[in-house]
C-alpha cells in the first residue's frame, strides 16, 4: 500500500533542505531566524507520523507550532540571493519553448486526476488498496508533483540539477510565512468545530433572527459564513461552524429547506467572504507576492466590488431555490 505520510515526509525533507540552503546563504541578514522557520517546519513533517501513531508526545508540535508563530512575528522568514536562472534566460526559454512550458503544470491535474477517479479503487492481489483509504488525491497529487518535475528538467534541461531547489526556495522567501498561513486556518477551523463554537453561535443566533423569517435566517447563514471566512481565512473552516449554527437547525430542520442547495449555496458565500481578506493567504497574498505587485492587497482591493454583490446574489438565489 502506498501511504500518504511518505508524501509529507518528502515534503518534510524538502523544507529541511530549504533549510540548509538558507543557513549557508550569507548574503540573508535574518539567515540563521529564516533557517529556524523551515527547519521546524520541515522536522514537523516528519514528527507529525510518530504523533499520529502515538508514538510522540504531541506537545512538542505545539511548541513548534508556537515557535513559528513568533519567528513569524519577528519578521522570518527573510530573502537572501536569488540563484536561479536569469530575467534573459527566462526570456529565452519562453521564446525557445513557448506553450510547452505549460506542460509541467498540466502534468499535475491531470495524474491527480487520475488518482483520484481510478486508482483509488485498484486493490492488491491480497484485496488491500494500492492507495492508503481516503488519501487518493492527495497521493495522486505527491506523484504528480514528481512527475512534473521530471518533465520540467526533461523539457527545459537546467544546467545544475539544483536549480529546481533554488527556484522552490525564491518562491517560498517571496511568499514567506503566509506560504503555512492555510495549514494553520484549517486546524483553527477544526478547533472551532471540537470546542463547540458552532453551537455557541447558534445560541446567540436564537435572539437575532426574528420568529419565522425565513429571509432572515437566510441571510444570517450566507452573511455569517461569509464574515467567519474573511476571520479565518478559509470558508471549508467557517463551513462548520456557521452550518451547525444555522445552516442545519434553522434553514433545514425548521424551514424544512433542500441541504443540498443550502449547504452548495453557503458554501458560495463562504468563498465571496474569501475574496476580501488577506487570511486567505493562498488567494490573496501568494499571488501578489509572486508577481510582486507594489499592493500586497491589491487582489483584494479589485475583487471586493465583485464580492458584496455576489453575496447578495447567493442570499437571493438560497431563498427562491433551496425552499
Avoid at 119 to 142: E, M, N, P
Avoid at 252 to 272: D, E, N, R, S, Y
Avoid at 278 to 299: C, T
Wanted: some cysteine; charged content about 10%.
Amino acid at each position: 500500500m502506498i501511504k500518504v505520510e511518505w508524501f509529507y515526509w518528502l515534503c518534510g525533507l524538502f523544507f529541511v533542505v530549504i533549510a540548509l540552503q538558507v543557513l549557508n546563504d550569507r548574503s540573508n541578514p535574518k539567515r540563521l531566524g529564516s533557517a529556524a522557520f523551515w527547519g521546524i517546519l520541515g522536522v514537523s513533517f516528519g514528527y507529525g507520523t510518530f504523533v499520529v501513531n502515538k508514538q510522540a508526545p504531541s506537545w512538542l508540535l505545539g511548541i513548534a507550532v508556537i515557535g513559528l508563530a513568533v519567528l513569524a512575528g519577528s519578521g522570518f522568514p527573510g530573502k537572501g540571493a536569488e540563484r536561479t536562472t536569469t530575467p534573459a534566460e527566462r526570456v529565452h526559454l519562453a521564446d525557445r519553448f513557448g506553450n510547452k512550458l505549460f506542460l509541467p503544470a498540466l502534468v499535475i491535474p491531470m495524474v491527480a486526476a487520475l488518482f483520484g477517479a481510478w486508482l483509488a479503487k485498484v486493490k492488491l492481489g491480497d484485496g488491500s488498496l494500492l492507495l492508503q483509504s481516503g488519501s487518493a488525491t492527495i497521493i495522486g497529487l505527491g506523484v504528480a508533483s514528481i512527475l512534473a518535475l521530471i518533465v520540467g528538467m526533461t523539457l527545459l534541461r537546467p544546467k545544475s540539477p539544483a536549480i529546481p531547489m533554488h527556484e522552490g526556495r525564491r518562491l517560498l522567501e517571496h511568499i514567506g510565512w503566509t506560504a503555512i498561513l492555510p495549514q494553520m486556518l484549517a486546524t483553527l477551523g477544526l478547533l472551532f468545530n471540537a470546542s463547540g463554537v458552532g453551537k455557541a453561535v447558534g445560541r446567540v443566533t436564537d435572539h437575532l433572527v426574528p420568529k419565522g423569517s425565513l429571509i432572515a435566517a437566510v441571510a444570517l447563514y450566507c452573511i455569517g459564513i461569509a464574515v467567519f471566512t474573511i476571520i479565518m481565512g478559509n470558508a471549508f473552516a467557517a463551513f462548520p461552524v456557521m452550518t451547525a449554527a444555522v445552516g442545519w437547525p434553522l434553514l433545514v430542520q425548521q424551514f424544512h429547506g433542500t441541504p443540498a442547495v443550502v449547504f452548495a449555496i453557503g458554501m458560495l458565500a463562504g468563498f465571496c467572504g474569501t475574496l476580501c481578506t488577506p487570511m486567505a493567504a493562498n488567494f490573496n497574498l501568494v499571488p501578489a507576492a509572486l508577481l510582486q505587485m507594489k499592493d500586497q492587497y491589491g487582489p483584494i482591493k479589485a475583487q471586493i466590488p465583485t464580492a458584496v454583490p455576489l453575496l447578495g446574489c447567493n442570499i437571493v438565489l438560497m431563498y427562491f431555490f433551496a425552499f
